[in-house]
């Protein structure tokens, strides 16, 4: 990685939790700061794993929800830092990291990542 032109992003990780009793959760979207402050997001397109797991998931509202977060979200990043304020089912998880990849690619990349990681345990 080229140190001169890598970038500092601020993530957080979108999951489901499908019972409040399992540790599981399934990762369905991810938002991104950059150091900049703009905001970015990416969202699973396939609800599948999701609903293998959890036939009875409200994908509806799910996508709704996921709607207000990004609406609020694009608007003050500390919003997602409360995310018991969204739903029992929503857990949020915060990172940060260095690249010198796009904040496109960076979602993308993590995006696949976590689906890779939760479709193998």
Known sequence: MNIE???AYSVFVVSYRPELEQEYTIPFAVFLYT????????RSDDWDT?????????TKLLSEILDEMEA???QNRELLHRSSEWSNSIEVTFSTLTSAASPEIV???MLDALRARF???
């Open 5 to 7: 032109h890598s970038k």
């Open 35 to 42: 150091d900049k402050g703009v905001f970015y997001s990416k």
């Open 50 to 58: 999701l609903l293998a797991l959890d036939p009875n998931a409200d």
């Open 72 to 74: 609020q979200s694009r």
């Open 107 to 109: 979602l993308q990349e």
């Open 119 to 121: 479709a193998c345990s």
